[in-house]
């Protein structure tokens, strides 16, 4: 499932899919005008599908107890505090 997940939320397997659906349009007549519009809805979809995805990781996440990573991460970010 995670490898699922992975796939949709990457922007290189959106801009295969994108490559993929621009040739066939091209290649059975329509214009480059049509194809660019599509292009266009699939990685709108697809931005939407990876944030919908991502906040359900982080709200899943946040349920189980499992976001030690992210306030550990949160720590790392703080600069130094300044000596006096």
């Known amino acids: 499932m995670e490898d ?3 796939k949709l939320t ?3 397997f959106w ?3 994108i490559a993929f659906v621009t040739g066939l349009l091209i290649y ?3 214009t480059a005008e049509d194809a660019e519009k599509i292009a266009a809805l699939i ?3 697809a931005s939407m599908l990876a944030y919908i995805i991502g906040e359900g990781l982080v709200d899943a ?3 189980s107890g ?3 990573m992210y306030f550990q991460a949160k720590e790392e970010e ?3 505090e300044e000596e006096g």
């Open 4 to 6: 699922i997940i992975r």
């Open 10 to 12: 990457s922007r290189k």
């Open 15 to 17: 801009t295969a899919i």
């Open 28 to 30: 059975f007549g329509k």
């Open 43 to 45: 990685m709108s979809g």
């Open 61 to 63: 996440a946040s349920v």
């Open 66 to 68: 499992d976001n030690h």
């Open 78 to 80: 703080k600069p130094p």
